[in-house]
């Protein structure tokens, strides 16, 4: 059984840094693309990146393409989330999720396995 815990969620102003940490506890997968979604309150769940374990693609949505930076430590099973310069627009819940393929997911319902989630909120 796969298990994924979010952590590093947290308040902070606009203009400052958080990392969020996803651990992936369970089988490993011969392939496995990690990516990170958020979704805000009323707001659908959106694609914020991915990044593959093996190979370590990236793929970032525009919104936060030069300020957020997707990393992996594979030694530790963790996949890491680098926010900076946040705005009070990317407040949310963060979710990591998984899945057993080389691709990197963008699409909620492609992802099987997921963890509990981590709010973010940026206040202005």
């Known amino acids: 059984q796969v298990q994924l815990i979010e952590s590093g969620g947290g308040r902070v102003q606009t203009g400052d840094s958080l990392r969020l940490s996803c651990q992936f506890i369970?089988?490993?997968?011969?392939?496995?693309?990690i990516g990170w979604f958020r979704q805000a309150p009323g707001k659908e769940r959106e694609f914020v990146a991915a990044?593959?374990?093996?190979?370590?693609?990236?793929k970032y949505t525009d919104s936060v393409s030069g300020r957020f930076t997707v990393s992996k430590d594979n030694a530790k099973n963790t996949i890491y989330l680098q926010m900076n310069s946040l705005k009070p627009e990317d407040t949310a819940v963060y979710y990591c999720?998984?899945?057993?393929?080389?691709?990197?997911?963008?699409?909620?319902?492609?992802?099987?396995?997921w963890g509990q989630g981590t709010q973010v909120t940026v206040s202005s």
């Open positions: 999720a998984a899945e057993d393929t080389m691709i990197l997911l963008v699409a909620p319902r492609d992802y099987t396995y």
């Open positions: 369970g089988p490993t997968f011969s392939s496995a693309t």
């Open positions: 990044i593959n374990r093996i190979n370590g693609k990236t």
